[in-house]
């Protein structure tokens, strides 16, 4: 029996994977011609068959032949979330049939559904290659086992472990839903003895508070892998301490999946420079140098079935200039806190980055876990979770740093909590804005 991975025969695979690992040891030189023939080619492909892209292209008198590197991205507008939602059927490859191809939604802050969809090369490349590389790069081996928390029910996942058993015979994987009690999850990851987890910062952290708690560790646990949430300093630090282990963070978003990850040293975040495109930029939507902050724009460079060429996604972050000591030869970026909807509103009318806020409240002594909640446009309240003994003097110090920040035009209310909540998909905001923004 030929043994299969993602639907992909297992040499077939292995060949690819180790393609792509070779890319990450390229020198700067080959990196950016191999980027550029995959942009290229993105380019072509979506002018030809995509109805969207075609009108954009036309309308801003631009010819596909006019993009041939990252350079010449900047002739082109940028595109939103709005845009992917206004034109779904026009953005959608007329070589693809939509029923055929793989998909997955996010609801945003807005609640409203955004679909993306993947053809099948990309799928798997996004599923399982790209993500297998990075975490191999970070010191994953065969044979090591795996555990990954969805934001799925326990009963959804039965069903899918089972069919693991059978799949991922190299990577023993199993799944554990975010939304088990943390002494439930603790117990499962203790028997199942994991040497690698992978999972959202706020269901790690509860994790490691029930370890600190109990006086336990996970035998064999090596390092953890942390996505989908804003990773605050002070949870990086607690989680490490608890659980034993290293953590890396990835960036990522359900439109164009794994962007970009820490590696060993963890001195910023390789960009998948063979599958995406980063670019910084203004408000104004001007490309701005590294080590300026400012908003991400995507060129997706796999997708054929739903092409994202310059996609704002609402984050924040900045490009690094320089070399990793790990060898690694993909580029670095930082991502930021901060999408808009979680600016602070000041009773001016000015909008304040939460990076702002994120940064300054995690210098505070024993501070674990917070979260920023702006209910009025004068008010900020601010829930907690301390190390014993610590919250008294965290009151007053975070107290008087938000006053600072907000000029003293709001009121500042802090306050411990054992748990702080998730929001309804599982997810958890550092900063959450419950009024208005235009």
């Not at 975490?135 to 065969?142: F, I, K, T, V």
């Not at 001007?286 to 991400?296: A, D, H, Q, T, Y």
Request: net charge positive.
């Amino acid at each position: 029996m030929l043994h299969s991975w993602g639907g992909v025969a297992m040499p077939s695979f292995l060949n690819r994977l180790n393609v792509m690992q070779q890319n990450l040891r390229s020198s700067r030189k080959t990196l950016d011609l191999h980027r550029n023939a995959l942009l290229q080619s993105q380019i072509a492909a979506a002018y030809r068959h995509t109805p969207f892209y075609r009108h954009l292209f036309d309308k801003h008198k631009v010819s596909p032949f006019d993009i041939k590197t990252m350079n010449d991205l900047n002739r082109l507008p940028i595109i939103t979330k709005d845009d992917i939602r206004q034109y779904k059927d026009e953005i959608i490859s007329r070589r693809y049939d939509i029923d055929r191809c793989y998909r997955s939604h996010t609801s945003g802050s807005t609640g409203e559904p955004t679909w993306t969809f993947y053809d099948r090369p990309c799928w798997y490349r996004k599923k399982y290659f790209s993500k297998i590389r990075a975490r191999m790069a970070c010191g994953m081996r065969w044979g090591q086992r795996v555990v990954i928390l969805e934001s799925e029910a326990t009963r959804e996942l039965r069903l899918k472990n089972r069919r693991l058993s059978k799949l991922f015979f190299l990577l023993p994987v199993k799944y554990l839903s975010i939304f088990e009690p943390p002494e439930i999850l603790l117990e499962k990851l203790t028997a199942f003895k994991p040497h690698n987890i992978y999972g959202p910062p706020s269901s790690l952290f509860a994790v490691a508070k029930r370890a600190h708690q109990a006086g336990t560790r996970i035998v064999g646990l090596e390092r953890v892998f942390t996505s989908s949430e804003y990773l605050a300093v002070t949870v990086r630090n607690y989680i490490e301490k608890s659980l034993g282990a290293k953590v890396h963070d990835v960036y990522g978003s359900t439109e164009t999946k794994e962007l970009a990850w820490q590696c060993t040293t963890g001195q910023g975040y390789h960009i998948n420079e063979d599958e995406a495109i980063i670019e910084i930029v203004d408000d104004h939507g001007n490309v701005l140098p590294p080590g300026r902050p400012g908003n991400i724009v995507i060129t997706d460079l796999c997708n054929r079935a739903m092409p994202l060429i310059r996609y704002r996604n609402q984050d924040k972050g900045l490009l690094i200039d320089s070399d990793c000591p790990c060898g690694i030869g993909f580029a670095l970026m930082q991502p930021l806190s901060g999408r808009a909807s979680e600016h602070i509103l000041l009773p001016t009318g000015q909008h304040l980055s939460p990076f702002l806020f994120t940064t300054s409240i995690e210098k505070t002594k024993g501070l674990l876990q917070y979260q920023i909640i702006q209910e009025r446009v004068d008010a900020l309240r601010v829930k907690t979770s301390f190390a014993q003994g610590n919250f008294d003097y965290g009151r007053t110090s975070i107290e008087k740093t938000l006053k600072e920040l907000t000029k003293n035009l709001m009121t500042i209310e802090v306050e411990e909590c054992d748990q702080l909540d998730l929001e309804k998909n599982g997810k958890f905001m550092v900063v959450r804005n419950e009024i208005a923004i235009s």
